[in-house]
């Protein structure tokens, strides 16, 4: 099994839980090139004090000015569905080759399209290899959250005091109120998720690939 975590309050969580049972559990970081420097450094932070093992994901061109050179700049503002499918849901399915499963923080509360997520499922990769898809935190709100962050003295992203709700790549990212999530990601857009969570769940009704 593997974990995947953008380093988010939820992935904490789980991290810290899972280090109790699986110190050495791969973690999977979608290495998009596009993330905030404060969210590196909370990374690189959190691998050194929790001893992860940390396996940095890259999307085919490798980084921004390579895939500029490709597609053009400025993907994520034109087509954010393919910048997506490039730098997190291709790697991800082609390093989750590896494992039998991976593990992880979403949870029902954090939009309408996650109020299905199940605690278990089958997730078939492109390959047609079929994987284990496991959300322990699916019925956790976000004070259960805070809670165990507050109990267990667990650090947290820096971003969320300036106001982000939910952290991702900082071209897709903006603040946004606690209450509502996902509202902060893809501004200008409907797209709510980057697409990992949605293939191959075979639950086309929870999200389909026009909310990616
Ligand atoms: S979140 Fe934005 S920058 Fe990151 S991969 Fe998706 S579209 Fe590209």
Redesign the pocket.
């Known amino acids: 099994m593997a974990i995947a975590t953008s380093f988010g309050s939820s992935g904490l969580v789980l991290l810290h839980l899972l280090r109790t049972i699986e110190p050495n559990i791969p973690v999977l970081f ?1 290495d ?3 993330h905030f420097p404060e969210t590196l450094a909370f990374k690189e932070r959190m691998q050194g004090a929790w001893d992860l093992k940390v396996v940095e994901l890259r ?1 085919e061109h490798g980084s921004p000015e390579r895939q500029a050179e490709a597609y053009g700049p400025h ?2 503002s034109r087509d ?5 499918r ?3 849901v291709a790697p991800l399915q082609e390093a989750l080759e590896e494992f039998d499963g991976w593990i992880s923080g979403i949870r029902r509360e954090q939009s309408p399209l996650r109020v299905r997520t199940p605690i278990l499922e089958a997730q078939l990769l492109p390959s047609g290899n079929e994987i284990l898809k496991v959300h322990p935190l699916a019925t956790w709100t976000r004070a259960d959250v805070d809670d165990y962050v507050a109990t267990h003295d667990i650090p947290t992203h820096p971003l969320l005091e300036q106001g982000f709700a939910s952290i ?6 903006i603040a946004a109120p606690i209450d509502d999530e996902r509202a902060g ?2 501004p200008g857009f409907s797209k709510t998720e ?1 697409g990992i969570h949605s293939f191959g769940t075979g639950d086309a009704g929870r999200e389909t690939e026009a909310d990616q």
Not at 80 to 84: A, G, L, M, S, T
Not at 168 to 173: D, H, L, Q
């Open positions: 979608l998009t090139g596009f999307g993907l994520h954010p569905d393919k910048c997506c490039i730098n997190k991702g790549c900082a071209p897709c990212t990601r893809w980057c």
